[in-house]
Structures are given as C-alpha cells and as structure tokens.
C-alpha cells in the first residue's frame, strides 16, 4: 500500500486568499506529481518533479506554484484563489512508470 | 484527436459478469500501460501495470494490450458489488514518466 498524504482533504474558501496543498510521502520516491481532475475529465498533469530543487510545470497551464525542497515533500500553492480554481487536486509519487496516488484535495472556491 | 480515447460509460451489470473496458490510443511512443481504479472521492489506486503487448492476469482481473491496434482493455471476471468504481486508463512512453489518462468508465455492478 502506498504511504501518500495530502491535506486538507476539503477545503471552502473565499475568493482571494492563498491557500497551500499539503503532500507527502514516506516511500523516498524522487518523482512527484499533481494532477487536476474535474468531474467527468481526465486527469491533467499540473506540475511534476523529478528531484529535490526540479519543478516543472506539466501539459495543463495552472496559476499554481510547487516547490520540492525535500524529498517527501512537494506543496502546491495558490497565491490568490478563484472560482475557476474549484477542482480535486490529486499528488502522486513514483520511482518507475506507475504513480502511485493520494487520496486528493477537494478545492472549492467561493 | 485526444492521445487516449476511453468509453465513459455509464456501465451496469449485474454481480457475477464478465466486465470488458477498453481504451484506444494514437500515440505511438506509449510504451507502459496502466488501469486504475477510483472509489468516490479517493485517489485512483493502481491495478494492473504492463509493457508492451500481451495478457496480464491478477486474480479476477486480466490486462490486455495490442499495440498493432493501439488498444488496451481490462477483463473483470466474476464482477462483485464492490468492483463499482470509475476505472482509468493511463499510459506512457519511453523514459517519459508522465502519465496520459483515458476519461474513466464508471462502473456498477448490481448485486
């Protein structure tokens, strides 16, 4: 079983403020993933990383940011949150090809 | 043309069917083939990962890619309540760790 986290699971807030996406994993993993899921949609990759200090921004354009200072660790933040924001954000980790996934963030903006 | 073309269903059966669900591509480069399963409101979780062409048996679940038709499909035997699900698709290619997802098929199997 995958040791994957990420908080909060929910989360309601106001247009404007900034918010932090919360992922870890104990399983020493060197790449690490977000993806966007809207009901009825594929996954879209919004960010990867294939180590410490590597960020890439993937094939769906996000006004979010991510950072890997460490291994386990890879948050994702957006500085100012809007409507069209509102969406799961699923993290996921992997050493080969399979990923292996969170339990996701649900994000709704108001 | 999307890269992955996936039947979104709805799909019902009754417990007891054999389930078929199946995935089209136009990529290819994808080398590794993958099916996920999502209960509502968790992360998919991995179920049968293969490369290349060829059957993968695990359990109730069989996998099966042909690259000549770029088509892969996941095969539930004995389909139980608790096999009600969305199921992903998802593929990559080389050394390109990035995964393509299909739009998942939902899944309900009627006890």
């Known amino acids: 079983e995958a040791d994957i986290y990420q908080t909060p699971r929910y989360l309601v807030i106001g247009t404007g403020k900034k918010i932090t996406l919360e992922c870890s994993q104990t399983?020493?993993?060197?790449?690490m993933y977000w993806y966007q899921q809207d009901p009825g949609m594929e996954l879209h990759l919004i960010h990867y990383s294939y180590g410490v200090n590597s960020t890439e921004k993937g094939d769906l354009s996000s006004e979010s940011t991510v950072s890997r200072i460490r291994t386990e660790h890879f948050p994702l933040t957006l500085e100012s949150a809007r409507p069209s924001h509102t969406s799961q954000y699923l993290c996921?980790?992997?050493?080969?090809?399979?990923?292996?996934f969170g339990e996701g963030s649900r994000l709704t903006v108001l | 043309q999307k890269e992955v073309e996936q039947d979104p269903g709805p799909l019902s059966v009754p417990e007891g069917a054999i389930v078929s669900l199946n995935c089209t591509y136009s990529n290819s480069a994808f080398q590794y083939f993958m099916w996920y399963r999502q209960y509502s409101r968790k992360g998919p979780e991995l179920l049968m990962y293969t490369y290349s062409s060829g059957n993968k048996e695990d359990g109730r679940f069989t996998a099966q890619v042909d690259k000549s038709s770029k088509y892969i499909s996941l095969f539930i035997r004995d389909s139980q309540p608790s096999d009600s699900a969305t199921y992903l698709c998802?593929?990559?290619?080389?050394?390109?760790?990035?995964?393509?997802f299909g739009k998942g098929t939902l899944l309900t199997v009627n006890p």
């Open positions: 996921a980790s992997s050493i080969t090809g399979e990923l292996f």
């Open positions: 998802a593929m990559s290619g080389g050394s390109n760790y990035k995964l393509t």
């Open positions: 399983m020493g993993h060197d790449k």
